[in-house]
């Protein structure tokens, strides 16, 4: 069947903003995230990072995001900055703020920058020529922070569409009866987020 001129363009139309609205909600452009525009050692970087995380925007979405529980009870969220998997080396060695963390438990996590019922950022950036990560506690002083925390990185097997983060757990140690090896992976699960696009990033333990 022939439809008139003016029905073809209509339906062409429709199929193209049908096809518009199925992008994915973070498909691939090339703004370069923002970085803390200071020295990550230098005094006043802590304040910087704090800025910058807060003002950026992040994905809730479990799948993006992941929340598990760590060291048995303590209930932490995940969730990467949107823009993350965009950052190129020279832009992530500047310093980025790739995750925030979401505690919701009464206990803090030190090895997460976490206080009680509180939020913290995770810094990447490169100093002489190795990747470090700083957890930034959302809190009037630095005694939850951890800083300085060398960190690897991975290369993808293909080209990142989204910034996603992660909870890997380490490999359960050989002849652990099931519940011994449940409470091991729940203590010592470990971060990951895309981090650019050079790949993903997490520290080694």
């Given at each position: 069947?022939?439809?008139?001129?003016?029905?073809?363009?209509?339906?062409?139309?429709?199929a193209?903003?049908?096809?518009t609205?199925c992008?994915p909600?973070?498909?691939?452009?090339?703004?370069?995230?923002?970085?803390?525009?200071?020295?990550?050692?230098q005094?006043?970087a802590r304040d910087?990072?704090?800025?910058?995380?807060?003002?950026?925007?992040?994905?809730?979405?479990i799948?993006?995001?992941?929340r598990?529980?760590?060291?048995s009870?303590?209930?932490v969220?995940?969730?990467?900055?949107?823009?993350?998997?965009?950052?190129?080396?020279?832009?992530?060695?500047?310093?980025?703020?790739?995750?925030?963390?979401?505690?919701?438990?009464?206990?803090?996590?030190?090895?997460l920058?976490?206080?009680?019922?509180?939020?913290?950022?995770?810094?990447?950036?490169?100093r002489?020529?190795?990747?470090?990560?700083?957890?930034?506690?959302?809190?009037?002083?630095?005694?939850?922070?951890?800083?300085?925390?060398?960190?690897?990185l991975?290369?993808?097997?293909?080209?990142?569409?989204?910034?996603?983060?992660?909870?890997q757990?380490?490999?359960?140690v050989?002849?652990m009866?099931?519940?011994?090896?449940?409470?091991?992976?729940?203590?010592?699960?470990l971060?990951?987020?895309?981090?650019?696009?050079?790949?993903?990033?997490?520290?080694?333990?």
């Open positions: 069947m022939i439809l008139p001129a003016r029905w073809s363009r209509a339906v062409a139309f429709t193209l903003i049908t096809l609205s992008l909600r973070n498909a691939p452009h090339h703004n370069q995230p923002a970085t803390i525009g200071i020295d990550p050692g005094p006043g910087s990072v704090l800025a910058l995380g807060q003002r950026q925007v992040y994905d809730a979405n799948g993006a995001a992941a598990t529980l760590l060291e009870d303590i209930d969220t995940i969730e990467p900055m949107d823009d993350a998997y965009l950052a190129d080396s020279v832009t992530l060695a500047q310093g980025v703020v790739v995750a925030r963390f979401i505690n919701h438990s009464p206990d803090s996590l030190p090895r920058g976490l206080a009680p019922n509180a939020m913290s950022y995770w810094l990447i950036y490169r002489d020529g190795q990747l470090f990560s700083d957890f930034v506690a959302e809190a009037t002083d630095a005694r939850y922070d951890r800083t300085s925390v060398p960190t690897d991975h290369v993808p097997t293909r080209a990142w569409r989204q910034s996603i983060s992660q909870w757990p380490p490999v359960p050989a002849g009866g099931a519940g011994v090896a449940h409470l091991l992976l729940a203590s010592g699960s971060p990951w987020t895309t981090c650019g696009d050079q790949g993903c990033c997490k520290p080694p333990n």
